[in-house]
């Protein structure tokens, strides 16, 4: 494959000095900076890989064929990302599914980064399978299929049938049909190289560009969720738990794991046979998906942190399936409670609460015009609801959120998520972005589906059902204005609910 053609030099070095557990950047900034020449090489590497591409399309722009050479340009670009390795096609990946971001030339090749990834040999794979669960592979599977069914940029799967499953000591025959993920050999040491640069340049553009947020710490998060991905024992716990979270919801589909026959490099679970919610076309499917995510961001706290287009099937029997759980995070009950509070302060065109809302959670420094700021963010929102809330677009609304945010030098606080220490600019990019890949999908199918319009049922029935404090206080503060009864907001809300 031409990531190890082009890039396998990381990985014929990679020893236990570079085979990280946890992402820890000083282990890595310590195992990578008396090897200069490796470093050199792979700096010129990506210079001349990504600077040779701009300089293409430079001389496109001069020669006036940018627009007849763009998808060929495309197409390029993807296979420099292949050949640079993982940690560029897992940017890629996320960026492919914001369409208000890139043109869809672009989206179209950077979405078969999510699924169709040249493999590793097959005889690499079943060393791994056999190294890591200490079990010949003819005594654990009955069938092997030829070549994989999936490539991705941290591992591959293949179809299996099981001969056995491992139960203590003893051996039960079966003739379940499951995926297993086998992890890249080397893949930790080319990410941590490249993390090892992006952390330096990252330095350098925060002293440069005079950025507030701190850009070591948000490439210091990347890096952290990338590695709990790498982790296959604990994406077989998110998948049990989520499973058990979600598995009840109707015609949605989660794959059982199987905890036992896995490890960190190998993963084994229920196989799944379908094609991507993509390219199914189904509003029913979607309107589920929106659900689910709802459920996880609000309800649970527990949600699907990496929802990109790949990792949501339609199955052959018609219903919805997460797979991929590597990438999950948790949201606290306090922050789920300000999400419902600040879609109503939206809704109901309360947007000097709304700002406050924003402001109150940390996001300005002290120097900042607060209110120059809240005459902007009261601009977007108002622009937002003008048409009316099931006109609402989430892709636009957070865009221009994210515009704003960008021109007054918005500061991130911490909070908690993806289960460990990161800040609140993970929580939106995360939680929220299967409801812009949800979105991206069905405007492809109905351009006038909008994911918050079909959302705000579901916030006002939790609003008035919910015992939860801060939403009871959420309710009255809504329904009593002044002291007098705003009957109307409680007949708004109930119609919407009905």
């Known amino acids: 494959d031409k990531f190890s053609k082009y890039s396998g030099y990381i990985s014929d070095v990679s020893n236990d000095e570079t085979e990280f557990k946890e992402y820890d950047p000083v282990q890595i900034s310590r195992a990578f900076k ?39 340009r495309a197409a390029e670009f993807r296979e420099a990302l292949v050949e640079l390795g993982p940690a560029f096609v897992k940017i890629a990946q996320a960026v492919s ?22 493999p590793f040999s097959t005889k690499a794979a079943l ?36 001969y056995y499953i491992l139960f203590s000591p003893r051996l039960r025959p079966s003739g379940d049909t499951v995926a297993v993920k086998v992890q890249r050999p080397g893949v930790k040491a080319t990410i941590s190289l490249d993390i090892y640069i992006l952390r330096i340049l990252a330095g350098y553009a925060r002293i440069v560009g005079r950025f507030n947020t701190d ?107 997460y797979i991929d759980f590597g990438m999950m995070g948790e949201i606290k009950q306090n922050f789920r409670d300000a999400i419902v509070e600040a879609s ?66 918005f500061r991130i606080p911490s909070y908690f998520s993806l289960a460990r220490k990161t800040t609140l600019r993970m929580i939106f990019i995360f939680a929220f972005s299967s409801l812009t890949v949800l979105e991206g999908i069905a405007i492809t199918i109905d351009p006038n589906y909008k994911v918050l319009g079909r ?19 959420t309710l009255y503060n809504l329904l009593y204005k002044d002291g007098t009864f705003q009957i109307d907001r409680l007949e708004s809300l109930i119609l919407e609910v009905r």
């Open 34 to 72: 008396n090897r200069p020449l490796l470093l050199m090489r792979r700096l010129l590497q990506i210079s001349f890989k990504v600077g040779g591409w701009l300089g293409i399309r430079y001389f496109d722009s001069l020669l006036g064929r940018s627009d007849a050479l763009f998808k060929k």
């Open 97 to 118: 599914s914001r369409p208000d971001l890139i043109p869809p030339a672009y989206i179209a090749e950077l979405s078969l980064l999510q699924d169709q990834i040249a």
């Open 127 to 162: 060393s791994i399978i056999e190294s890591e669960l200490g079990v010949p592979v003819d005594v654990l599977f009955s069938e092997i299929t030829p070549a994989p069914v999936a490539a991705a940029s941290l591992g591959q799967a293949r179809r299996f049938t099981f």
């Open 215 to 321: 850009l070591q710490a948000v490439v210091d998060e990347w890096a952290s969720s990338l590695f709990r991905e790498m982790d296959y024992e604990a994406e077989a716990r998110n998948g049990e738990r989520f499973r058990r979270l979600f598995g009840d919801i109707p015609d949605l589909t989660i794959p059982k794991m199987y905890k036992e026959l896995s490890s960190q490099r190998v993963l084994i679970m229920e196989w799944v046979e379908g094609q991507k919610l993509s390219e199914a076309k189904d509003l029913r499917l979607v309107e589920i998906g929106t659900y689910c995510s709802l459920s996880q961001i609000l309800e649970t706290g527990f949600y699907h942190a990496d929802p990109h287009p790949g990792n949501l099937l339609c199955t052959t029997d018609g219903k919805l399936a």
């Open 344 to 409: 109503l302060h939206l809704v109901n065109r309360e947007f000097d609460a709304l700002a406050g809302d924003i402001v109150n959670l940390g996001f300005l420094p002290p120097t900042a015009p607060s209110a120059e700021v809240s005459r902007a963010l009261t601009g977007i929102f108002e622009n937002a609801v003008s048409r009316g809330v099931t006109n609402l677009s989430f892709g636009d609304l957070s865009g221009k959120l994210g515009q704003t945010m960008f021109k007054f030098k």
């Open 455 to 473: 959302s705000y049922p579901w916030i006002a029935r939790k609003v008035l059902t919910d015992d939860s404090p801060t939403l009871r206080s």
